[in-house]
């Protein structure tokens, strides 16, 4: 399978890396960015084919990567179309393009619309994927496999596309608030700081792991932690009280219409 990238900044480049350690090899990666160090570095770093331009990535790929900022998707597209093939599968991650935007430029090509979110740059990305109706199961299937070589990936329908963005896309901004702000009262107890980012960090990556190993409910496994008249309970009534709860829900609900602004 070969695969191109347009673009090649950090979340390119947590997908490729993911796509190497995965065992995909280098000889059928292409890529291009307009700074040529960027693409350099990518070079050196994974031993990937670095091409003279969108042109020649889009010539080489069976499936071609979008990784560029929504402000310059258009001109991008615009360059590319003359050189794509009717089996070219289209991989977009860029923020706010619907497929219909995308077709609109390109006619009826081949579309899956990502959205992955900031973890990918450490293999533990979630990664909503849409495909147009003209993508296959299989090619589906091969898509899937590329966005799962950094983290996990889960089919949704396009219009829940605002709501990944709140609840994932833009959710690791909330978990290191949350992470800064445990932190900060573990200090005012007396802790030192580097080891209160510790072990809230490894407190937040270890609740997500149990709930994600055993499937749980997330309620079920709170109450698994308030003993009777206990100390997690008093935290919980406390975070209850301050509205943690309708807080976190009306920052995902902020994420998701500001996305469909986009």
């Not at 090899?25 to 307009?34: F, R």
């Not at 299989?138 to 950094?150: D, G, M, P, T, V």
């Not at 206990?230 to 995902?252: F, H, P, Q, Y």
């Amino acid at each position: 399978m070969k695969i191109g990238f347009i673009g090649l900044g950090n979340m390119a480049g947590a997908m490729l890396g993911g796509l190497v350690k995965k065992g995909f090899s280098p000889a059928d990666l292409y890529g291009y960015d307009v700074a040529t160090a960027l693409a350099d570095k990518r070079k050196e770093e994974l031993g990937m084919q670095i091409c003279a331009s969108n042109k020649e990535v889009v010539e080489n790929a069976e499936y071609l990567v979008l990784a560029v900022k929504p402000q310059f998707l258009a001109p991008v597209l615009e360059e590319i179309k003359p050189a794509l093939k009717a089996t070219t599968v289209i991989i977009s991650i860029v923020a706010g393009k619907s497929i219909a935007w995308i077709t609109e430029l390109l006619g009826e090509v081949k579309v899956v619309r990502c959205m992955p979110n900031t973890a990918a740059l450490v293999g533990e990305a979630i990664t909503a994927m849409t495909p147009s109706k003209t993508v296959t199961e299989e090619e589906l299937a091969k898509a899937k496999e590329i966005i799962e070589s950094f983290g996990r990936a889960s089919v949704v329908a396009e219009h829940l596309m605002d709501a990944v963005v709140g609840v994932s896309g833009s959710a690791p901004a909330y978990v290191f608030m949350f992470i800064e702000a445990m932190a900060d009262a573990a200090v005012l107890e007396g802790m030192p700081r580097a080891q209160a980012y510790e072990f809230a960090a490894q407190a937040v990556y270890g609740s997500a792991k149990l709930m994600l190993d055993t499937g749980k409910h997330p309620g079920e496994l709170k109450d698994m932690v308030c003993s009777p008249a206990g100390t997690t309970i008093a935290a919980v009534r406390t975070m209850e009280d301050k509205g943690l709860r309708s807080a976190v829900m009306e920052g995902v609900i902020a994420a998701a219409e500001k996305n469909k602004q986009l």
